[in-house]
Antibody, heavy 119, light 112 residues
């Protein structure tokens, strides 16, 4: 069974960089699929942030592209998200998920982690 | 990035059917057969219910069905049950050199 688990600070100060990691178990990232990040502000809808292939190829939401970096560490079977220059508008539950190629549906999701941007 | 348009709410009595629409453009919903639907209960992660317009993952009841016509996709829940009360989001591939992947605005389904 594929399982994903997000980890990282739950509180980030404005203008700093948000960093999250998603650990994958039950499936090798190197075996294929894309791996993505999705966020959901409190009480609002889902927003795709970006996705990465095990080779390192990335696709980003154009509205966030200038601030987002997604990387993969196949040796640890995990992938990571960095979002720079955060503001209160970046406060959200952040999910990681497995995505069928190419940028199709997300079939396995992590439980999500709330990140609050506040001083 | 423009989200796909869904009605904010829909409702039906137990046993009835409810249909949710998802309107996009020829650059996303209308351009590819990669529409998917997710169910989200409060405080939980989204769950894939439909992929590639009308396919159901293993374990999803056949009460859930999907279709597409032009730039609009639809999710129908037949024989509504209390546990179907949730938020539903559509999504679509939108071109790797374009918007990438887009979600709908979400629909709250209430079982009366």
């Amino acid at each position: 069974q594929v399982q994903l688990q997000e980890s990282g600070p739950g509180l980030v100060k404005p203008s700093e960089t948000l960093s999250l990691t998603c650990a994958v178990s039950g499936y090798s990232i190197s075996s294929g699929y894309y791996w993505g990040w999705i966020r959901q502000p409190p009480g609002k809808g889902l927003e795709w942030i970006g996705s990465i292939y095990h080779s390192g190829s990335t696709y980003y939401n154009p509205s966030l592209k200038s601030r987002v970096t997604i990387s993969v560490d196949t040796s640890k079977n995990q992938f990571s998200l960095k979002l720079s220059s955060v503001t209160a508008a970046d406060t959200a539950v952040y999910y990681c998920a497995r995505q069928f190629p190419l940028l199709a549906y997300f079939d396995y999701w992590g439980q999500g982690t709330l990140v609050t941007v506040s001083s | 990035q423009s989200a796909l348009t869904q009605p904010p709410s829909a409702s039906g009595s137990p046993g009835q059917s409810v249909t949710i629409s998802c309107t996009g453009t020829s650059s996303d919903v209308g351009g590819y057969n990669y529409v998917s639907w997710y169910q989200q209960h409060p405080g939980k992660a989204p769950k894939l219910m439909i992929y590639e317009v009308s396919k159901r993952p293993s374990g999803v009841p056949d009460r859930f069905s999907g279709s597409k016509s032009g730039n609009t996709a639809s999710l129908t829940v037949s024989g509504l049950q209390a546990e179907d009360e949730a938020d539903y989001y559509c999504s679509s591939y939108a071109g790797s050199n374009n918007l990438g992947y887009v979600f709908g605005t979400g629909t709250k389904v209430t079982v009366l």
